[in-house]
């Protein structure tokens, strides 16, 4: 079983920063890919980043905005999100998938951007 635990998420202001970052609990050696996905509210969820094969993956409504990293050492998948805005807030989802096509998620953490 693999279980994977997001932290940094919160309210900020739009425009404002925040870095998401994900722990698993197995090395990241075991998963072709790696991603992050987010839900709002009454909305289907949707992929925000992912990395597969160490190429990153960006949504339209996150490009130049979000950045997603990866430190295999620490087990660590981490969103870099700038500039955020009111339409960013969302509980954001960490999910890997390993080479049988098989996935595995996070419980959430909730963004919110509002001033």
């Known amino acids: 079983q693999v279980h994977l635990v997001e932290s940094g998420g919160g309210l900020v202001q739009p425009g404002g920063s925040l870095r998401l970052s994900c722990l698993a609990s197995?090395?990241?050696?075991?998963?072709?890919?790696m991603g992050w996905f987010r839900q709002a509210p009454g909305q289907e969820r949707e992929l925000v980043a992912s990395i597969t094969s160490g190429r990153t993956a960006y949504a339209d409504s996150v490009k130049d905005r979000f950045s997603i990293s990866r430190d295999v050492p620490k087990n660590t998948v981490d969103l870099q999100s700038d500039s955020l805005k009111p339409e960013d807030t969302a509980v954001y989802y960490c999910t890997v998938q390993n080479a049988l096509g098989r996935s595995f998620w996070g419980q959430g953490t909730q963004v919110t951007v509002s001033s």
């Open positions: 197995i090395s990241f050696n075991n998963f072709k890919t």
